[in-house]
């Protein structure tokens, strides 16, 4: 099974300030397609996972424009260009490249 | 718009058994793989297993942790993802999301193990 790392685990970030996560992979994700299946999840408490980027660097509909995703083969990034009071919660990384689908751990962000 | 809605959560014994439903609308069921996430009290996302798409023969796909115990099915005339559960333990107590390509998900539904 691929393993997805996160870090870090714990992001304290001021409002409007930018935060970064990193997520590796521990084997390529590039598929056979040549697509790399590689996304990125929000989670608020008591709400399901809600999808942001997917493919990379794709925005998915209705995510602002202050989130954005970037990398290749094993190492990735999530970036929020300036936090927002409902950015808080946890985010996960996601490979959907090679079954099973496999998470990072979370990285929980909150505001300092 | 796509939704899917779970249900069929509830509290059973070790041991026991529970079946899950996913009603999904809004797009054409047949055409998707569709995924079971869990997620324990306090803790990460963890894939239960899916079912591929009628391309791919809508073949089950299962986590190491749940082989053996659990199955997962689909009827494509309801538009339909079950997810059906034996052998429960303790350790299987968690919101249950039905998923589709990780980007729409249900609410989920709660499944306790205990006695």
């Known amino acids: 099974d691929i393993v997805m790392t996160q870090t870090p685990l714990s992001l304290p970030v001021t409002l409007g300030q930018p935060a970064s996560i990193s997520c590796k992979s521990s084997q390529s994700l590039v598929r056979s397609d040549g697509n790399t299946y590689l996304s990125w999840l929000h989670q608020r408490p008591g709400q399901p996972p809600r999808l942001l980027i997917h493919?990379?660097?794709h925005r998915f509909s209705g995510v602002p424009d202050r989130f954005s995703g970037s990398g290749a083969d094993t190492d990735f990034t999530l970036k929020i260009s300036r936090v927002e009071g409902e950015d808080v919660g946890v985010y996960y990384c996601v490979q959907l490249s090679q079954s099973p689908i496999t998470f990072g751990q979370g990285t929980r962000l909150e505001i300092k | 718009e796509v939704q899917l809605v779970e249900s069929g959560g509830g509290l059973v014994q070790p041991g026991g058994s529970l079946r899950l439903s996913c009603a999904a609308s809004?797009?054409?069921?047949?055409?998707?793989?569709m995924d079971w996430v869990r997620q324990a009290p306090g803790k990460g996302l963890e894939w239960v297993g899916r079912s591929r798409n009628k391309r791919d023969s809508y073949i089950a796909e299962y986590a190491a942790s749940v082989k053996g115990r659990f199955t997962i099915s689909r009827d494509n005339s309801k538009n339909s993802l079950y997810l059906e559960m034996n052998s429960l333990k303790s350790e299987d107590t968690a919101v249950y999301y039905c998923?589709?390509?990780?980007?729409?998900w249900g609410r989920g539904t709660l499944v306790t193990v205990s006695s």
């Open positions: 493919t990379i660097s």
């Open positions: 998923a589709r390509d990780c980007a729409h």
């Open positions: 809004g797009f054409t069921f047949s055409d998707h793989y």
